[in-house]
């Protein structure tokens, strides 16, 4: 591994910069991951921050079925995330289309079958406690990858 | 000068859902606008056809998970009436403790959210926190946090215990505290006054002509509500007092929402001191008699309208939901007209919107010929910038 991937790997397990993407959710899976970043449970102190920009992100957290107007719009945003970029797939509706599949504006199936998921995370909507799990989850496994 | 047109979303960082609006720019000044619907169409209302009534409860309830047990109740008002079905007295209490609850939080909520556009994070930080403890009552009530599938078709699916009744009541002589104090804020603070007085002006001749609904309406002076107007659930036999406000701007919003809270507090007092005794739910049959119902409700942000029609069968013939950001987003374009571009994410944060999402904003000029890009981020600070620069600035207090 060259020292500019062990920087990066070292950066992204130390503090992901996560960006929040509604495709077409019913907001409470939004409500729960902006409750996650709030004084209860405060995911902050652990060095991951909500950014503004796919281009500072290093993990894109989509929440909802993907509906037909925004499903080239994810794809854009997904392109303009530098490598390496993970995606999480939030609720029931991000991992299999949940409630909603099987609706003419939602594109059939879930998250996965319009970009690569990393962690799906289940529930409807999802707990706080939930999406914690999830993001340690993934920090485990590339860490474990990168030794 | 050189008119420019920005186009604002539809993607989006916050937690808002994706909308696009089109504003037309003079200057800084905005002189005019046009709405963009339809990103987050998912095609529910065709979706309910094909599925069962008590299949659909689940469905409608995730129109929305702010304001899911106003969709919910409204639905199943519908269903019930078609059936004729006599819903006993303790499950309408359990749905109107739930429904003011549902509007504590969806008002802390907003609270925090127009916080965060002001530039005024400790205020989203901290209604944020205190939002918990409504969660925490639902969850103990329900079951659940957000979406809480109290209802049933007939009556609610849980009961209230004596233990649940002493919790509830602890954590909202809790909130009724900290309420007292963001009123204070609302009322008295300096900054919020010079941010939010007469930005989004919204007439109360215009407020009616464009059919505004709810506290947007409430705080153009227009006396409003359907838990006045024609009361459902257990509303009629309960005591509490309409809020108007009379500035017709976002500050008149704030203070509506802030002293609403405190009505709710009191709705949910009543409800839990009073809570009738008797069985909580009726059989219905799965099947539903042909015939056509209207029934409308106070959600937190307006009101909330389902019409619905049976067939005879076991699904939904039509099902037409007009939920109350649909209402109210006509009048943000008269809102936004003559205003400052710094004030756009708190013009559109004031209406609460419920399918909003405001990110991208590209900047067209004319003249140059060059397009810059602003993220709803950007547009943020530039409004808390537009404004530090004439004094209001947050950072101090």
């Known amino acids: ?147 | 000068m050189a008119k420019i047109t920005i186009p604002f979303g539809p993607q989006h960082p916050a937690l808002k859902e994706p909308e696009n609006f089109m504003l037309v720019l003079e200057g800084e000044q905005i002189s005019g606008s046009t709405i963009n619907l339809g990103y987050n169409h998912r095609g529910m209302e065709k979706a309910a056809e094909s599925r069962t009534y008590i299949q659909n409860l689940y469905l409608i309830e995730r129109v929305c998970g702010i304001c899911s047990h106003s969709h919910t109740t409204t639905y199943i008002t519908n269903v019930e009436e078609l059936a004729k079905a006599e819903v006993p007295q303790r499950a309408l209490a359990i749905r109107t403790l739930i429904a003011e609850l549902e509007r504590v939080h969806s008002h802390l909520l907003w609270l925090g959210v127009a916080g965060y556009e002001m530039g005024f994070e400790t205020l989203f930080m901290y209604t944020w926190r205190d939002r918990e403890q409504v969660l925490d009552c639902l969850e103990l009530l329900s079951g659940n946090r957000v979406h809480y599938s109290i209802n049933t078709i007939g009556g609610v699916r849980r009961d209230v215990s004596a233990e649940q009744k002493a919790e509830v009541l602890k954590r909202i002589k809790f909130l009724e505290g900290r309420t007292q104090y963001y009123i204070k804020l609302a009322l008295e603070e300096p900054t919020i006054a010079a941010r939010t007085a007469d930005v989004g002006k919204l007439p109360p001749e215009v407020a009616l002509e464009r059919g505004a609904v709810g506290p947007t309406a409430r705080a153009s002076g227009i006396a409003r509500d359907v838990r006045k107007d024609e009361p459902y659930l257990l509303y009629d036999k309960l005591d509490f007092k309409l809020i108007t406000h009379n500035t017709n701007d976002v500050f008149g919003r704030l203070v509506v929402r802030a002293l609403e809270l405190v009505e709710s507090y009191k709705l949910i007092n009543q409800v839990i001191n009073n809570l009738p005794e008797g069985p909580i739910s009726v059989k219905v049959p799965m099947k539903i008699a042909p015939g056509e119902a209207v029934n409308h409700y106070e959600a937190p942000r307006g009101e909330d309208i389902h019409y619905l029609k049976s067939n005879g069968t076991d699904k939904p013939e039509r099902l037409k939901v007009r939920a109350p950001t649909l209402a109210n987003l006509q009048s943000v374009s008269y809102m936004l007209d003559g205003g400052w571009l710094a004030d756009v994410p708190l013009v559109i944060a004031a209406i609460d919107p419920c399918m909003s999402c405001t990110d991208r904003a590209a900047v067209w000029d004319q003249k140059k010929g060059k397009m810059a890009v602003y993220g709803w981020e950007e547009l943020r600070k530039l409004g808390i910038e537009h404004y530090k620069h004439r004094g209001i600035d947050f950072s101090k207090l």
């Open chain 1, 1 to 147: 591994m060259k020292t500019i991937d062990k920087l990066i790997t070292w950066s992204l397990l130390k503090s992901p910069w996560i960006l929040h993407f509604n495709s077409g959710a019913c907001n409470g899976c939004d409500i729960e991951v902006v409750d996650a970043l709030t004084p209860k449970y405060d995911i902050e102190r652990f060095g991951i921050l909500l950014k503004a920009t796919p281009r500072h992100a290093d993990v894109l957290v989509v929440s909802g079925p993907v509906t037909r107007q925004q499903a080239k719009r994810l794809k854009t945003i997904y392109d303009q995330m530098p490598d390496p970029k993970f995606v999480m797939a939030v609720g029931a509706c991000g991992c299999s289309g949940g409630v909603f599949d099987g609706c003419y504006g939602v594109v059939p199936g879930g998250l996965d079958h319009v970009i690569p998921v990393s962690v799906y995370i289940p529930g409807c909507p999802v707990r706080p406690e939930a999406i914690i799990d999830g993001v340690v989850k993934m920090i485990q496994s590339v860490e474990a990858a990168s030794k």
